[in-house]
Structures are given as C-alpha cells and as structure tokens.
C-alpha cells in the first residue's frame, strides 16, 4: 500500500515526472501546450468538467504563473522537457494535491494514448516530490528547472526553450 503523503497549504514542492521508457511525449507543440492547458484547467477546487468536454468551448491558452482564488496550487516555475516536467509550486488551497497532479497526468494519458493508438499507463511512477524547506534550495531548484533544457542539450540558452516560464522572469 503507498505511504499516504501530506502536502500541507503554504509549503513549497518540487514536482516532477517522467514517461515511461523515456517516450518522447512532449514531441511537439500541440501537445505540450496540451498538457499545460491540462494544468491551467485542473488547478481549480471548483472544477466541474473533464478536459475533454471544458476543450469543446474555446478556452484561452493563460500564464500558469498568474495567481487566482480558486487555485490549488501556485505554479512558481515550470519546464516541461521532452519525456518529463518539472513543477515547482506553492500549496494554496487545502485541497489534495495528489488529486489534481493525478488528473492532469490521467488526462495527458488519455489523450496522447490517443493520437498515438496506443493503451495504458504513461508514466513511470506516481510523481516526485520534494519539500523546499529554505530560500537556498528555493533558488537552486528554480534554477535548475530553467537550466534543464541547456543541460540536455536542446538549446544553448535557458530562453530559447519555448516551453519553462523562464522568459516570463527575464521579461
């Protein structure tokens, strides 16, 4: 049986997950800005309809890092890589974090399972997290979320990976 595990309001985590087999699952733009849609849209304690059915009326594509009352979380920095995502956000609400992480990665399984006519589980595990306890570590996770695509490679600079709110903070 999984260990149950408190995600208190007020506390600050680094979330993260990765696909399984390291699946490229973020190929392309559409689907990234799937998954953070999927984020936006899953981030309310008042949601009331899946993805799927909320997508059948235009929705607008809106900055993760803005705040709202309803949110369950503050998204503080996010970069999402091409077979995984780092979040880095503050618990706002008491409402179970573990629930709305679990729907948007079932609704981001849903749909590329799919396009790509494929079944079952996307991800290696449940999702990673690790309590920031001090502004040091703070800092460094931030910058490291930002660094991951310079890290793997794809680009010589944090700004030029499309898909981190990192030139949300240069901007």
Not at 20 to 32: L, P, T, V
Not at 37 to 44: E, K, L
Not at 90 to 114: A, F, G, P, Q, W
Not at 130 to 138: G, P, Q, R, Y
Request: hydrophobic share 35%; glycine share 2%; net charge positive.
């Amino acid at each position: 049986m999984d260990k149950l595990r408190s995600f208190p309001q007020g506390e600050i985590f680094h979330l993260c997950n990765k696909s399984i087999s390291n699946y490229s699952i973020f190929r392309n733009e559409n689907w990234i800005d799937r998954f953070l849609t999927a984020i936006h849209h899953y981030n309310d304690i008042n949601i009331q309809v899946c993805l799927s059915k909320a997508l059948r009326k235009p929705i607008v594509q809106q900055n993760l890092l803005v705040r709202k009352p309803n949110q369950i979380l503050y998204v503080l920095a996010y970069c999402i890589m091409r077979d995984h995502y780092h979040l880095l956000v503050k618990v706002h609400k008491d409402y179970s974090l573990s629930m709305c992480i679990s729907n948007i990665e079932n609704s981001y399984t849903r749909y590329y399972n799919k396009l790509n006519r494929r079944k079952g589980p996307l991800w290696q595990s449940r999702f990673r997290a690790s309590s920031i306890k001090d502004n040091e570590t703070l800092l460094h996770v931030h910058r490291y979320i930002h660094l991951n695509p310079v890290t793997a490679g794809y680009v010589n600079k944090p700004e030029e990976w499309k898909w981190s709110s990192y030139i949300t903070f240069i901007s």
